[in-house]
């Protein structure tokens, strides 16, 4: 019971975080920090081990977040959103799929991980795309959308029904925040 209840208000949170990161608000960062520190024992708890390794990354890019977005939201300290180009991008997931089958290998020889290479893509992409959120690159919420779809498979199958919910928010959500961004990255650039 507590397992759920402590489930519940990772998601809680989780959902939180987003919604503030989509309208740029830096108070997203707290509650980033908040739920990952919560998901450090969930996904322990289900073997998705790097995915628990994640989340402690995901603690450290909060409060890194929380720096680099400024002071607060009014003094408009935090950086503009830019774009990376393609080849930035190509060098990105060339780098996520080696790490990736790196980290998955391990893993799948050294643990009892569950799906050790999806749980690896997932943990990887995400890593890379949160450093993206942070220096606030358009088109992380790309990466998002992909990594949110294949998240939701592996949650599901570890019977994580309130991540699995929190996730296809997330993949809304992201959508939401390509949207966002773009319009706010065009009117920036005029």
Request: neutral net charge.
């Amino acid at each position: 019971m507590m397992f759920l209840s402590l489930e519940s208000l990772a998601v809680a949170l989780s959902i939180t975080y987003v919604v503030f990161a989509a309208i740029e608000k830096k108070v997203c960062w707290w509650f980033a920090l908040t739920s990952s520190l919560i998901y450090i024992f969930i996904f322990f708890d289900v073997r998705l081990y790097m995915e628990s390794m994640l989340s402690v990354y995901y603690a450290l890019m909060a409060l890194y977040g929380i720096f680099v977005w400024g002071k607060t939201d009014s003094e408009k300290q935090h950086s503009k959103i830019i774009s990376y180009d393609f080849r930035i991008h190509l060098l990105i997931l060339t780098a996520i799929i080696i790490l990736s089958g790196l980290s998955g290998y391990i893993l799948s020889n050294n643990s009892d991980a569950y799906r050790p290479y999806m749980d690896s893509l997932t943990t990887w992409s995400s890593i890379f795309a949160t450093f993206l959120v942070v220096k606030k690159v358009l088109e992380n919420w790309i990466y998002w959308i992909l990594i949110d779809s294949v998240s939701i498979v592996l949650y599901f199958e570890r019977e994580l029904y309130q991540t699995v919910f929190l996730f296809i928010v997330y993949l809304g959500i992201a959508f939401l925040g390509l949207f966002i961004w773009r319009k706010n990255f065009e009117s920036q650039n005029k």
